[in-house]
């Protein structure tokens, strides 16, 4: 017997990635329902060579019955329709930021903490594109060393904010003086430190998630982050320049060795052969690619590392997918 899986916000870049992802992990999927706003609505989306016509949301067909829903189509229509689905007795894997920092709302990474999801049906959060890939890096490290401390620095692909995005920095590739809508300034030969909304102290909201989304997803609240967030013209894969202070000393063969053995983890670290991840390599994968592994000139306990990962796919579709697959595996 297979799935009944409904897809809300299926015509956005995340959506259709969702689609790709469902299709080429093969889920046993009986029937796809695919969900969108009036703008979207009785348009046509292919899957396994079937036209699916795209459904109106409503309050309704949320209380119709699903195995899983995956929600990719903002913040506003989580908060209104993810819980008329999940009081129906439907689970619902939601991409958007608004149940991330619900108390008991789990929020899933399943390389570092599928046990949360033992005996839930309800709402499950996925995490942010920055913080997954940075949480799948870390986690195998600070289950040997203890991780105390983490800096990291991103630079996220235009992709992370949309179809719009991907078409400002092609058109500005294009034309310098095209007009830049979506970013404060034009992303084209530039990197703009600004994502999401600032706040009183001075991070902006995707910074702060990476700080309190690392301390749910470990489980410690006393794990310091400090992230700065910034947007460069790369249209997919994110990567991000990762600082850690251990608590044990940590080795770098050792950690070398600990990667190459952790699962959704690829080291990618040859100095000496130019051997290390960037976006253009890692795109349209679904690994976490892990390179330029060195110890702190001064802090023994300090390592930096370099971290890629393409954030459409294991940074959303790939890792919601993933959440349906381990609970049918652990019969969750
Ligand atoms: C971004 N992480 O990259 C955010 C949302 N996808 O824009």
């Known amino acids: 017997m297979g799935l009944i899986v409904g897809v809300v916000g299926a015509t956005g870049a995340v959506g259709r990635k969702m689609l790709q992802i469902l299709d080429e992990r093969k889920l046993p999927i009986d029937r796809l329902r695919l969900f969108a706003s009036e703008k979207s609505a009785g348009t046509t989306v292919s899957f396994r060579g079937e036209e699916i016509q795209v459904e109106l949301l409503t309050d309704e067909v949320m209380k119709d019955t699903f195995d899983y829903l995956l929600f990719s189509a903002g913040g506003g229509v989580s908060e209104?329709?993810?819980?008329?689905?999940?009081?129906a007795g439907?689970?619902?894997?939601?991409?958007?930021?608004q149940w991330r920092m619900t108390e008991g709302i789990p929020l899933i990474v399943p390389e570092v903490n599928p046990h949360v999801l033992k005996g839930y049906r309800g709402i499950i959060a996925n995490p942010n594109c920055s913080t997954i890939q940075?949480?799948?890096?870390?986690?195998?490290l600070h289950k040997r060393y203890g991780m105390k401390r983490i800096v990291v620095s991103t630079y996220q692909a235009v992709s992370g904010s949309g179809f719009k995005a991907i078409q400002?920095?092609?058109?500005?590739?294009?034309?310098?003086?095209?007009?830049?809508?979506?970013?404060?300034?034009?992303?084209?030969?530039?990197?703009?430190?600004?994502?999401?909304?600032?706040?009183?102290?001075?991070?902006?909201?995707e910074e702060l998630k990476m700080v309190y989304e690392t301390q749910k997803i470990f489980d410690n609240k006393d794990i310091q982050v400090n992230a700065t967030t910034v947007r460069i013209p790369v249209y997919y894969g994110h990567s991000e320049s990762v600082y850690v202070e251990f608590e044990e000393t940590p080795d770098v063969n050792e950690i070398?060795?600990?990667?190459?053995?952790?699962?959704?983890?690829?080291?990618?670290?040859?100095?000496?052969?130019?051997?290390?991840?960037?976006?253009l390599e890692v795109e349209n994968t679904d690994a976490t690619y892990v390179g330029r592994i060195r110890k702190d000139l001064f802090n023994p306990k300090g390592i930096s590392l370099w971290v890629v990962a393409d954030n459409l796919r294991k940074g959303a579709a790939t890792n919601a997918v993933q959440i349906i697959e381990a609970m049918e595996k652990n019969n969750l």
């Open 134 to 140: 940075m949480v799948v890096a870390l986690s195998p």
């Open 168 to 205: 400002e920095l092609e058109n500005q590739t294009k034309d310098e003086n095209h007009p830049n809508e979506v970013y404060t300034r034009k992303i084209f030969g530039n990197c703009i430190p600004h994502i999401d909304v600032f706040n009183e102290n001075g991070f902006t909201k």
């Open 90 to 97: 439907n689970i619902v894997i939601d991409n958007s930021s």
């Open 256 to 279: 070398k060795e600990i990667l190459s053995n952790s699962e959704g983890i690829v080291l990618m670290d040859n100095p000496e052969e130019n051997c290390y991840p960037t976006p």
């Open 80 to 87: 209104k329709f993810a819980p008329i689905a999940a009081a």
